[in-house]
Structures are given as structure tokens and as C-alpha cells.
């Protein structure tokens, strides 16, 4: 009896155990969460309820829906994505920005505290009939560089070449379908990466590459990125010799920048001397420095940003040292001199209009940060001006 009594117990155990296994994780998901916005007033409309328990639930990018893009949700389409890439073993002086993905998430849980809706653009990018969503981080290994860059890239363009949630729709000035820009014909969804050192920029643009061919690049930050391996760091190893000082020039040298119509924005670093310059004038980059804000203003760099890309695809990478440490202390190579928060997201609404493929932000590294997370709130407001800029412009051109 005492055996029975046992065997049944167990029984019970294991049975519960198995429906766990298979069951529908939708159905356990913690409190306040919500597959797609449109399934809860998480993104109040004009004259909606806002200010509303923004702090509970899990910690996604601005409270956006978690698909778990890599995992068994492989299948599910989306327009614009967030995707973390948890890496920082390229970096030459502070680590610690694998730890970035969950610091700008932490930062951005008050950017719809309000509603989502963007003054200066005029859109809220949260309503704008795009289906966006968190996917969550690549899985990224700590132990080996090549193997971790791999990953990189393969996360990516998985995401990059899934089909996309919303149609391209038609030219609202003409009325007249829009065609993708790709170079493979096809319209492909937008990926905002959350790194991570700088480093993981070599893989993001080899996955662009498949799918857009050599890319037009803006870049933001204090340093140039495209130093000979030999002067950066030696090369003292293949795999040493990619880094986050000279990811570019690798790029360069596999063809993925289209060259002449890429540009530097906010750059103070000091350099080994005027030969760095010219190697980065031979990478295919154009430069702004940062002290030119004082003499030409943000008008003047939005001016000869948009004269160097035209009306070409472009990919966006903003490295949070682009802001000066007094407003983004938490980074990996701080450099004073830079811009405010507030300019660097004036020439980024500056944009407006730019089609922008994909974009990333990295060198964020939270234990750097204040108590009040300065830095990561800065990064996340930074990705929110990018966001509205993407969902105000479709990736079509009207066909020839």
C-alpha cells in the first residue's frame, strides 16, 4: 500500500513534469507581458492613458514584445527587430560592454512612459504600423574571437533575411509601388544591434553585404576605426589583428563600404600621426570632427552628411563615445570634447528622410555608468531617434 501510495506520487511528478515540457511557454509568460502591442495599451495613442506602471513586467527595449527571433520563434516576421550582441573581448582598454544589450534595455523602459510619440519628427514610431519587436541577444562565447564573430554574423543575417511583417506599400508622393533596394531584389526587415564592443561591426557589415552589396556608412564616433593592424595594437596574432580599432579597415579591404559616400561624424582621438588619416581617407571614409559643431553648427554636419550618402542605402553605426563622457561616461575608450546628448540626436533627426538599412549601437559598458545610468539612457534615446527616423522612411524606391 505504502508502495502504491509512493509509485502514484510519482507518477503524478513526472506527468506534470512532461505537460511542463511541452507546454506552450506563451501561456507562463510573466506578469504584464504581451506577445505584440496590439494585444495591450502598452503604447498609448494621442490623448491615451500614459505614465502607467512602466516598471513592471520583463525588461525589453522600450517595453517592446519579446519573440525569441533565434529560437523557436524562428519562423516569425517582423519589420524592425533589436538584437543584442553581447561581445567585448576586441576592446583595448575598459571592458564590459557584453553587458551593454541589458543596460540599454534598462535604460529605455522610460521611453513610453509618456506615449511613444516624437515632437520633432512627428511620429511615433511604436504606432506606426510596423510590427517591431526584441529578439532577445545572440549567443556569444566568451572564449574564442573568431568563433564569437561568426556567431555574430550568422545571428544577423538570419534576422536580415527573414520576410518582412508589412509590405513596402506605395510612394506617397506619386502613389506608385515601391520596389526593395536591396541588391538581391528582395525587401528585407531592419535590425538594430545592441552591442557590444566595436568589433562586431565587421560581422554586421558582411551580413549587410548579402544582401545589399557594399554599403554607404555613417559613423559616429570619437575614434576612426580603421587603423592598419599593424599600427593599432601590432597584430601580434590573425585573430588579435580584428578589433574594435580596426574593424573597418578590414571591411574596407573585403569590399563591404561602398567608398567615397561613407563618413565619419564626431571624431577627437589623437592618432600615431597624419599617415592614420591617409589610411583612413584610402578605407573610403569622409570625416567630421568634432570640434566643427562650434564653427558649422548641427546644420552644417547634417549638411555634409547628407551631401556624402545622397539618396544611397545606408548603414548607421553609433558608437556612445560619439557623446562626451560628461553625458556617456560609461564607455569603453572615453574621449572629452565630444557632443552633447542633445546634438548627437539633433543631427540624428537630421536624418529624416535617409534610408537607413540597419543600424547599431555599441561600446556601452554599464559598470562604467552613474546610479542615475546616464549612459544607457542616453544610448537608448539615441536608438529611439534612429527608430523614428526608420519608420518614417519605407527601404522602396519607385520603379524606373
Same mark, same amino acid.
Given at each position: 500500500?505504502?508502495?502504491?501510495?509512493?509509485?502514484?506520487?510519482?507518477?503524478?511528478?513526472?506527468?506534470?513534469?512532461?505537460?511542463?515540457?511541452?507546454?506552450?511557454?506563451?501561456?507562463?509568460?510573466?506578469?504584464?507581458?504581451?506577445?505584440?502591442?496590439?494585444?495591450?495599451?502598452?503604447?498609448?495613442?494621442?490623448?491615451?492613458?500614459?505614465?502607467?506602471? &512602466?516598471?513592471?513586467?520583463?525588461?525589453?527595449?522600450?517595453?517592446?514584445?519579446?519573440?525569441?527571433?533565434?529560437?523557436?520563434?524562428?519562423?516569425?516576421?517582423?519589420?524592425?527587430?533589436?538584437?543584442?550582441?553581447?561581445?567585448?573581448?576586441?576592446?583595448?582598454?575598459?571592458?564590459?560592454?557584453?553587458?551593454?544589450? !541589458?543596460?540599454?534595455?534598462?535604460?529605455?523602459?522610460?521611453?513610453?512612459?509618456?506615449?511613444?510619440?516624437?515632437?520633432?519628427?512627428?511620429?511615433?514610431?511604436?504606432?506606426?504600423?510596423?510590427?517591431?519587436?526584441?529578439?532577445?541577444?545572440?549567443?556569444?562565447?566568451?572564449?574564442?574571437?573568431?568563433?564569437?564573430?561568426?556567431?555574430?554574423?550568422?545571428?544577423?543575417?538570419?534576422?536580415?533575411?527573414?520576410?518582412?511583417?508589412?509590405?513596402?506599400?506605395?510612394?506617397?508622393?506619386?502613389?506608385?509601388?515601391?520596389?526593395?533596394?536591396?541588391?538581391?531584389?528582395?525587401?528585407?526587415?531592419?535590425?538594430?544591434?545592441?552591442?557590444?564592443?566595436?568589433?562586431?561591426?565587421?560581422?554586421?557589415?558582411?551580413?549587410?553585404?548579402?544582401?545589399?552589396?557594399?554599403?554607404?556608412? &555613417?559613423?559616429?564616433?570619437?575614434?576612426?576605426?580603421?587603423?592598419?593592424?599593424?599600427?593599432?595594437?601590432?597584430?601580434?596574432?590573425?585573430?588579435?589583428?580584428?578589433?574594435?580599432?580596426?574593424?573597418?579597415?578590414?571591411?574596407?579591404?573585403?569590399?563591404?563600404?561602398?567608398?567615397?559616400?561613407?563618413?565619419?561624424?564626431?571624431?577627437?582621438?589623437?592618432?600615431?600621426?597624419?599617415?592614420?588619416?591617409?589610411?583612413?581617407?584610402?578605407?573610403?571614409?569622409?570625416?567630421?570632427?568634432?570640434?566643427?559643431?562650434?564653427?558649422?553648427?548641427?546644420?552644417?554636419?547634417?549638411?555634409?552628411?547628407?551631401?556624402?550618402?545622397?539618396?544611397?542605402?545606408?548603414?548607421?553605426?553609433?558608437?556612445?563615445?560619439?557623446?562626451?563622457?560628461?553625458?556617456?561616461?560609461?564607455?569603453?575608450?572615453?574621449?572629452?570634447?565630444?557632443?552633447?546628448?542633445?546634438?548627437?540626436?539633433?543631427?540624428?533627426?537630421?536624418?529624416?528622410?535617409?534610408?537607413?538599412?540597419?543600424?547599431?549601437?555599441?561600446?556601452?559598458?554599464?559598470?562604467?555608468?552613474?546610479?542615475?545610468?546616464?549612459?544607457?539612457?542616453?544610448?537608448?534615446?539615441?536608438?529611439?531617434?534612429?527608430?523614428?527616423?526608420?519608420?518614417?522612411?519605407?527601404?522602396?524606391?519607385? !520603379?524606373?
Amino acid at each position: 500500500m505504502q508502495f502504491s501510495s509512493i509509485f502514484i506520487v510519482l507518477a503524478t511528478f513526472v506527468s506534470a513534469a512532461v505537460a511542463h515540457d511541452g507546454h506552450e511557454h506563451d501561456v507562463q509568460m510573466p506578469l504584464d507581458y504581451v506577445k505584440f502591442p496590439y494585444q495591450a495599451a502598452l503604447y498609448p495613442g494621442d490623448n491615451e492613458v500614459t505614465a502607467d506602471s &512602466i516598471f513592471s513586467g520583463i525588461t525589453t527595449f522600450a517595453k517592446l514584445p519579446w519573440v525569441k527571433c533565434l529560437g523557436k520563434e524562428r519562423d516569425a516576421a517582423f519589420d524592425i527587430a533589436f538584437i543584442g550582441a553581447p561581445f567585448d573581448t576586441g576592446t583595448s582598454y575598459r571592458p564590459g560592454a557584453r553587458f551593454g544589450p !541589458a543596460g540599454i534595455r534598462a535604460g529605455s523602459r522610460r521611453l513610453t512612459l509618456y506615449g511613444g510619440y516624437n515632437v520633432p519628427l512627428a511620429v511615433n514610431p511604436f504606432l506606426s504600423g510596423l510590427k517591431v519587436v526584441d529578439c532577445g541577444d545572440i549567443p556569444v562565447t566568451p572564449y574564442d574571437n573568431k568563433y564569437a564573430i561568426k556567431q555574430i554574423e550568422d545571428g544577423h543575417k538570419e534576422l536580415l533575411h527573414r520576410p518582412t511583417f508589412s509590405p513596402l506599400g506605395n510612394d506617397t508622393l506619386t502613389g506608385k509601388p515601391l520596389v526593395p533596394i536591396s541588391a538581391d531584389g528582395k525587401h528585407h526587415p531592419r535590425i538594430i544591434t545592441l552591442g557590444g564592443d566595436h568589433t562586431i561591426v565587421l560581422p554586421l557589415l558582411r551580413s549587410i553585404y548579402s544582401a545589399y552589396g557594399a554599403i554607404s556608412v &555613417i559613423h559616429f564616433d570619437s575614434h576612426l576605426d580603421t587603423w592598419k593592424p599593424e599600427v593599432f595594437g601590432g597584430a601580434p596574432s590573425e585573430q588579435a589583428a580584428i578589433n574594435h580599432g580596426t574593424y573597418f579597415y578590414w571591411a574596407s579591404q573585403e569590399g563591404l563600404i561602398k567608398n567615397g559616400s561613407s563618413i565619419h561624424g564626431a571624431i577627437r582621438t589623437t592618432l600615431s600621426g597624419p599617415a592614420d588619416y591617409t589610411n583612413d581617407d584610402a578605407s573610403g571614409f569622409q570625416r567630421i570632427e568634432a570640434r566643427e559643431i562650434d564653427t558649422i553648427g548641427t546644420d552644417g554636419i547634417i549638411k555634409k552628411i547628407r551631401e556624402t550618402v545622397g539618396d544611397k542605402p545606408v548603414y548607421l553605426s553609433i558608437d556612445i563615445d560619439s557623446i562626451d563622457p560628461a553625458f556617456a561616461p560609461a564607455t569603453g575608450t572615453p574621449e572629452t570634447g565630444g557632443w552633447s546628448t542633445r546634438e548627437l540626436r539633433t543631427i540624428l533627426r537630421g536624418l529624416d528622410g535617409l534610408r537607413i538599412v540597419s543600424a547599431d549601437i555599441v561600446e556601452v559598458a554599464p559598470a562604467y555608468d552613474t546610479n542615475a545610468e546616464l549612459t544607457t539612457m542616453a544610448a537608448a534615446d539615441v536608438l529611439y531617434e534612429v527608430l523614428s527616423v526608420m519608420a518614417k522612411t519605407p527601404l522602396g524606391k519607385v !520603379a524606373q
